[in-house]
């Protein structure tokens, strides 16, 4: 409406000018060598605007060609990278459908579209690596390296790649780069973590846990597992070296994220008690029965609390049960020590409640070794022999990576050297050694001699 306004005052305004022109007498001369025009001066008017919207006319045709080829050159520069930018999506989506000889395609046409760029780079180099080209992969992950935008990228991908191969110590030097080179490459933590704990740099993996907790990377209580076995490897090496303060720092700390793991709690308490401070060090042990229920915290507490006399043994596993009686292990404990002090009928009686409940094969053999020194029963104890192999398996050390068995805990399994994979729990039917869980003698962490 207020357009169709403004167009009829345009219109009348033009129309009283023509009007005015047209009746307004008078002429203009032009004269120019020997031409001499005298045009009326509505006509001259007339003139004068076709020059002025010829020339108008004129300029902008002038500019269109001028600017001809820049805009050519410009538009077929944005429809390359269109078509670029498109080769690369479709390449992606082959990336993620795993057609890696698809994806490949697509990378080739947007790096002939595009030019070398990080984004091609990185299309190539996921897809040679999906094909297992890995010189190939790695080439373009140095060439986004270099690129200051991609540097990390390329790393990362290097990175993968030297993990995939088990080239730990590449993969260490890689991760601790990209650390550097971007501290808030949070992802890389884990990886830094586990290479730092294969190479037993025990300071650097401390450091690195604690930014991953912080950070919340891991889980809280994983992370506090983990940094506690860290802090126990810290220890024994700074008790090597003679430094028993440090040490019983180190483990003291240790003790308190994670009061779960016995041989933590053990060692703890052994320096405690070398220290002087032996009722803290069964007050350890005390909390650690209470959370484990394992026999090596129950065994260092009773050698911790009495004397050579076996009865006074007993008296102290009696005491340490009046805390928590521990189920199973609690009783299989009290058997032990009651047939160690020639106490048939208490060693009797907590065998008897096991078979009630859990008949393992520990307390079959207890009970055979009963029959013999009690009755010099030898057929008796053959019978309570023959009945290990259908009872329930010893709990044993068990390493969930390699599935081996080891003869006491470690942070790292004896025999495929995996970080934190080892867990009590019910071993195998079979098992080789038919020995009583923990009737061994238990290493403890000493002082180096001088």
Known sequence: MIRAAVLFVQITVLVFI?????????????QWRDWRIEPPIGVMVLIVLILALATALAYRVWRYLRKAPTRFLTNRRANRERKGYRE????MVSLAEGDAQNAMRHARRADALLGP???????????AALEGKTLLAKEHFEAMQEDGASTVAGMRGLLEQALAADDKAEALRLAEKIRMQKPDAVWVLPHLFDLQVAALDWPSADATITAAIRRHVMPSEEGKHKRALVLFQRGRAALELGDEEAALGFLREANDLDPGLARVAVEYAELLKSAGKKRRALRVLEQNWTRTHHPEAARAYVSFSASDSSVERLKAMQKLAAHEQGGTDGLLLLAEYALEARLWGEARRHLEMIFRDQPTAAAYRLMAALEIEENEDEDAAARWRAKVMQAIPDKVWTCSACNTIADRWAVNCPNCGTFDRLSWAVGPAALPAAQLPGMESIPRLQKPET
Not at 22 to 30: L, R
Not at 88 to 91: R, S, V
Request: proline share 7%; charged share 5%.
């Open 88 to 91: 690369l999506a479709e390449g």
């Open 117 to 127: 760029g990080p984004a091609g780079h990185l299309l190539i180099a996921q897809a």
């Open 18 to 30: 023509s009007v005015w022109l047209a009746n307004e007498p008078g002429t203009v001369t032009i």
